[in-house]
């Protein structure tokens, strides 16, 4: 990767911070050539709204859900925003203050209410956010704006109106989906969640929503579980942020971050409590749960949010994943109090959290008792190792496929439609320094080798791929990023980079600063 960069402007604090929506999209002034080929929507997801009155949200994952739209069209590029008006939204703008509860800041009860009141709202139950902030995706011929629980809200992808709320728990025994499905070519969606699985334990549920109907009724309608996990602590599930799959696999990492169901429960029937309060990371793990028929897959404790690929080979099963070492919780470090530091605080603080590394695991599908001791993995292309042990389970050493010390491949992106479930190349992925997001990163995941764009007090987000039409060579598109650069006449671009060499081909620059971006989609 390129040269450690500093950034002692400190600049990033302005893609942390409250915009307003538009009234209609604006024109953006393009430098360099956008591919002709190149016709259509780049959709993302983010937080727009840092505060509500006086009162702050304090994590990053906390802002009210804004869904951006940059349009290419005949040559032309506008760009256009809209905050989704969810009841969480909607609801504090009413009230001037924060009303539901968000991942990492309270909501108090209405101060005007009387004492007995208050007392009887707190023991109502739970209002669950449906701040679908981190991504956005279709089902059969709709887009979902999502987070991770069980609220989904359907938007229309050209005029970014909200247009319905819809409770996954109506259509499936999930307390939530991930952000983060598998979508087949057909439009079939899998995903996972966390429910309630026999006598009371918990367990995870993959589910499927099979794509646009003939009939043109709502495919959630046909949705249906595939498959239930058990947890291997009954009351403790693992969070559970994406998950890998193959030809014929699931591929789920339990990790040694807990949600604590008793604490959650508890906390928030007697106090303002939230989601991060019912965390817990243990270094140990609950036995690995009995549905694993034959054999258990361990290895030494990391945090998973995303998996970049997994493909089956020879029998065993590739899994290439952005990791973060040990059991501390690395969300921990993603409140806004320590992500709007000045530089050297920032730094300071990214020394305590959990270290980066993208890794490759090898699983063996075919294991023989008499095996035991000896490294199972015959691929002649990895390092990664499986050793069978005496009680039966399997312990995994991984292939470090990239590292550095605080700088993260993270949100990675591939050529998913000709590579999802199949062997190979390269990734994209967003560079983050000290958590910071400060360059686009492609890797050869087979040499190790990186490309890196970077450039001075520029923040991107997720770089996405988009195949150029009729391409046979897996690199052969574009990357879109939107990226920020604050002190700019105009600070907010549309980055188009040749995937290949990770060249710039064009910019799209609008006159108006744009907030932080986690996840989206290209709408061909």
């Not at 669950?128 to 059969?140: A, E, H, Q, S, W």
Request: aromatic share 12%; with cysteine.
């Amino acid at each position: 990767m390129a040269g450690r960069v500093e950034h002692p402007a400190a600049g990033y604090k302005k893609i942390f911070e409250t915009v307003e929506e538009l009234n209609e999209p604006i024109p953006a002034e393009i430098k360099g050539v956008i591919p002709s080929w190149l016709g259509g929507s780049l959709l993302r997801m983010g937080p727009g709204l840092f505060e509500v009155g006086d009162e702050p949200f304090h994590h990053l994952f906390d802002g009210q859900a804004m869904i951006h739209k940059f349009d290419l069209k005949d040559g032309q590029v506008t760009y256009y925003r809209k905050f989704i008006k969810t009841d969480a939204y909607v609801r504090a703008m009413t009230e001037n203050r924060i009303v539901i509860t968000e991942f990492g800041t309270a909501a108090y009860p209405d101060p005007c209410k009387n004492i007995f009141s208050r007392f009887f709202t707190y023991f109502r139950g739970i209002e669950v956010t449906d701040n679908c902030m981190v991504n956005i995706y279709p089902v059969g011929e709709d887009f979902y704006a999502v987070t991770e629980t069980n609220f989904i809200t359907k938007v229309d992808p050209d005029s970014l109106e909200t247009l319905k709320r819809v409770d996954l728990c109506k259509y499936l025994s999930v307390n939530g989906l991930t952000a983060h499905p598998h979508i087949e070519a057909d439009g079939t969606v899998y995903n996972i969640g966390n429910c309630f699985g026999k006598n009371l334990s918990l367990a995870y549920n993959i589910v499927k929503i099979p794509p646009a109907q003939k009939d043109g009724s709502d495919p959630l309608e046909k949705s249906q579980v595939v498959v239930q996990l058990p947890s291997s602590e009954r009351l403790k599930p693992s969070y559970v942020h994406s998950f890998g799959m193959t030809d014929n696999h699931f591929v789920f990492v339990e990790q040694p971050v807990k949600i604590n169901l008793l604490k959650f429960l508890s906390a928030w029937s007697v106090r303002a409590a939230t989601y991060m309060d019912c965390f817990e990371s243990n270094e140990s793990m609950g036995d690995p749960a009995e549905y694993l028929s034959s054999h258990k897959f361990r290895t030494s404790a990391f945090n998973i949010f995303h998996h970049i690929n997994a493909y089956e080979d020879e029998g065993f099963i590739v899994v290439d994943l952005c990791t973060w070492k040990g059991h501390d919780f690395v969300y921990d470090y993603l409140y806004l109090a320590n992500i709007k530091q000045e530089w050297e605080e920032v730094k300071k603080a990214a020394m305590r959290a959990p270290q980066p590394e993208v890794r490759r695991y090898v699983l063996p599908l075919d294991i023989h008792k008499e095996e035991q001791g000896k490294n199972l993995v015959s691929l002649p292309y990895t390092t990664a190792t499986a050793v069978l042990n005496s009680d039966g389970t399997i312990w995994l050493e991984p292939e470090v496929l990239f590292s550095g010390p605080r700088q993260a491949f993270e949100f990675p992106q591939i050529n998913y439609s000709l590579c999802s479930g199949k062997k190979y190349s390269f990734a994209y992925g967003l560079g983050l320094n000290h958590f910071i997001p400060d360059r686009i990163v492609k890797l050869n995941v087979q040499t190790k080798e990186t490309l890196v764009w970077q450039e001075e007090d520029c923040y991107p987000s997720e770089p996405l791929f988009v195949p150029t039409p009729g391409a046979t060579e897996e690199d052969d598109g574009v990357l879109l990023s939107i990226v920020v650069k604050p002190g700019a006449e105009r600070p907010g671009f549309l980055l188009v980079l040749d995937a290949v060499k990770l060249t710039e081909l064009a910019r799209a620059e609008v006159n108006i600063i744009i907030p932080v971006t986690l996840h989206g989609l290209y709408k061909p």
